[in-house]
């Protein structure tokens, strides 16, 4: 059982993709948004530094000697007025002279708070908390009056406001962006569910469809793009389902037909026999006429049992090498008593050799010639060409006769068809003999076809070089 039927939801997967990757953005930005507000604060610090800076070398300039102590020290305290958040400090390192100011110590770092006495800004900001506030300074050296006497001077500003404001900032981003993203997957789910709506469409179409009512299709024109290949698909898939219904309901109409012949001749002289008292020659003639009708059942069914096995792909053949003209000629001797006695002449010509099973590449090529021999009108010839070149094998099987109009050279290949009335002879088959050759044709990788105008019909069976060479082409259903 589903533990999680939601997550098979298409609608569900793409809300929650569409939700994740919103939330990563939201972050994204939301940390590049902070960043940007954290390095604007230092940037105004950095701005400060330097112009206090700016003015504190400026009155060090006025340092001569240890007696200007007290009037720098007044300067230095009448240039920090107003200046509650900033922290300064400024001594000589041997320690003869100290100033600060501020609401706050600047402590006495490490080694990293004195630079190098030619070190100049920009350089890295050193942040610290204190008791109650966070700071973040710098400190640098400065030249005084006296050449070659330099002060150390610390800056620091009080971030505590910059900290309460981006907490405050990040606070309501966060809120902003998790009221703007469930109101998205919100919007996104109602979008996937409208977007789906074609499927539903799709979906009731292929409920509604039985085998009697096969010929609805979808209207490409109100699906999405992204669904009409689909629907294509779809439709396509309907248009050879209806093929196939229609060719296995016409099957299944002439197989009843063509049994019904054979089993009711059989009632028939069955009932005929039973009628009356009969003397032992007489049903020995009935189970001969029996036998007849029996061998004839018997033929069919195989022919059918090789077509179904054909279909399924299980006729793989034995292959070895087959010359075609040696199989040719064998046709022509067997066929040879059929054919004088329709005054009919059997010509050949070429050679060719291809790789298949030699027995049903006989059963192909002996459907072929039987049906040009019995379609020749007397006196007629049955010409049998075989061409190699270098792609393909061609044996072509020509014949004169009664033309095969169009309509009906699309349906000579199907079970049981055997065309009009100037074609039917009494003593052909059901209509089998076409159909085995193309499917034996189709194993072997080969392809065949007909045509007939002016009184000529010619059947032309293509194999293709991999046939020759011994490859194993691909089975055709």
């Not at 050296?141 to 009080?158: C, E």
């Not at 910059?162 to 998790?178: E, K, M, N």
């Not at 070895?320 to 000629?329: C, K, M, N, P, W």
């Not at 064998?330 to 790789?355: K, W």
Request: with cysteine; proline share 4%.
């Amino acid at each position: 059982m589903n533990r999680l039927p939601a997550l098979s939801s298409i609608a569900w997967r793409i809300t929650l993709l569409y939700t994740s990757l919103a939330a990563i953005i939201f972050v994204t930005v939301a940390l590049l948004i902070h960043a940007s507000v954290e390095h604007h604060f230092e940037t105004q610090d950095r701005k400060v530094w330097e112009g206090k800076l700016e003015l504190i070398g400026h009155i060090l300039e006025e340092w001569k000697s240890p007696q200007d102590a007290a009037q720098v020290t007044r300067t230095l305290t009448d240039a920090m007025v107003g200046h509650h958040s900033l922290l300064v400090r400024i001594e000589f390192p041997e320690g003869s002279f100290r100033f600060a100011s501020g609401h706050a110590e600047i402590p006495a770092g490490p080694g990293t708070w004195r630079p190098a006495r030619d070190a100049n800004l920009p350089f890295q900001p050193i942040a610290w908390d204190g008791a109650n506030a966070s700071f973040r300074g710098v400190v640098t050296w400065v030249s005084t009056g006296t050449k070659g006497q330099d002060m150390l001077v610390y800056l620091a500003s009080d971030t505590s406001h910059h900290q309460d404001f981006l907490t405050s900032f990040d606070y309501q981003l966060a809120l902003i962006c998790g009221i703007a993203l469930l109101l998205m997957s919100g919007l996104a789910w109602i979008a996937t569910r409208r977007g789906l709506l074609p499927i539903r469409d799709m979906a009731e179409v292929a409920e509604s469809i039985s085998a009697q009512r096969l010929h609805q299709r979808l209207s490409d024109a109100q699906i999405p793009v992204e669904l009409r290949p689909l629907a294509q698909a779809f439709n396509a898939m309907l248009d050879r389902l209806s093929d196939a219904l229609q060719r296995l309901t016409d099957f299944s109409t002439d197989l009843a037909h063509e049994l019904r012949t054979p089993i009711s001749n059989l009632m028939m002289q069955t009932q005929v026999c039973l009628s009356k008292p009969r003397g032992a020659e007489d049903y020995r003639e009935i189970l001969y006429s029996n036998l007849e009708e029996y061998e004839h059942l018997a033929r069919m069914i195989a022919d059918m049992l090789f077509l179904a096995k054909a279909d399924h792909g299980l006729i793989i053949p034995h292959r070895e090498s087959v010359d075609l003209a040696v199989e040719v000629t064998a046709l022509f001797d067997y066929y040879e008593a059929l054919a004088s006695e329709r005054q009919v002449r059997l010509v050949q010509q070429g050679e060719g050799h291809i790789q298949g099973d030699r027995v049903m590449l006989r059963r192909a090529f002996g459907n072929l010639v039987v049906n040009a021999i019995r379609y020749t009108p007397d006196g007629g010839t049955v010409s049998v060409l075989v061409a190699a070149s270098a792609t393909t094998v061609l044996v072509s099987v020509e014949n004169p006769g009664p033309t095969i109009p169009p309509d009906q050279i699309v349906r000579i290949f199907d079970r049981f068809y055997r065309g009009n009335a100037s074609r039917q002879r009494t003593d052909e088959g059901a209509g089998l003999g076409l159909a085995i050759c193309q499917s034996i044709v189709q194993a072997h990788g080969g392809d065949v076809s007909v045509v007939s105008f002016g009184g000529i019909t010619r059947f032309a069976v293509v194999f293709p070089v991999d046939a020759r060479d011994g490859a194993q082409p691909a089975l055709a259903a």
